[in-house]
């Protein structure tokens, strides 16, 4: 259906558009949040992301089968990680002033949405998958932004959601006009899942002291459960 990837392109943008008022101010009412989102980003990891990957792994054709083994989308995954942690620290260093930090982080997450909304959108799915993918990835947009807009509240509200949003639309029209082959595609999908991984157990899961654990398990499991019962019903 092709208006699907529009109604998801248009989520993903509202959401860095009002990220700053999606998630409530009130202490305990924000724990609970970022412990719900928290709990359906992990289970968003182990119950589709590596499985998913290991599917890539498996799709690899010739001639590129018969020079692979049984790991190379994970380390692509694994330097995913790498890449994500080493830009992290360099845009953090002292030295570099604060307006400097901001455009760097902001051009790198940029970036790296453009890259998952091409991984997401790249991919023909159904209207219940968009539904899926918006419950899923969507926290995770509003944690990243809202985290981008508590230490740049100024420069996010006047620069940086714009910016993010050019990077989701720029995913968008790249994944509809463009035919990438399906090697290439899990290549960008495996970079894009390393990061997210880093980016979900880094900056998305609560500390001990900081997470609602009920509404942590609460999530974990309804979402879980929800997401095996349509692999299983739908054949994902």
Request: proline share 4%; hydrophobic share 55%.
């Amino acid at each position: 259906m092709l208006w699907i990837p529009f109604v998801i392109g248009i989520v993903f943008i509202l959401i860095h558009f009002f990220a700053s008022v999606l998630v409530p101010a009130e202490k305990l009412k924000q724990m609970k949040w970022f412990s719900f989102s928290g709990g359906l980003a992990v289970s968003y990891i182990f119950i589709y992301l590596l499985p998913t990957l290991h599917k890539q792994q498996s799709s690899i054709e010739e001639p590129y089968r018969r020079l692979t083994m049984e790991s190379e989308i994970y380390f692509v995954g694994l330097l995913g990680v790498v890449l994500f942690v080493g830009i992290q620290i360099i845009i953090q260093k002292k030295y570099i002033s604060r307006i400097t930090t901001f455009w760097s982080v902001i051009s790198f997450y940029a970036l790296y949405n453009a890259l998952v909304s091409y991984s997401v959108l790249s991919f023909e799915v159904s209207a219940i998958q968009a539904v899926f993918y918006c419950v899923a990835i969507g926290p995770h947009f509003v944690a990243v932004a809202h985290d981008m807009w508590r230490k740049f509240p100024v420069e996010y509200n006047k620069y940086g959601r714009y910016i993010l949003a050019v990077g989701i639309i720029v995913g968008w029209i790249v994944a509809l006009t463009t035919e990438l082959t399906p090697l290439f595609k899990s290549i960008i999908f495996s970079l894009v899942s390393g990061a997210m991984i880093f980016t979900v157990f880094k900056h998305e899961l609560p500390d001990e002291k900081g997470t609602h654990f009920p509404t942590f398990l609460t999530a974990v499991l309804a979402y879980s459960a929800i997401t095996m019962s349509l692999k299983f019903f739908f054949e994902w």
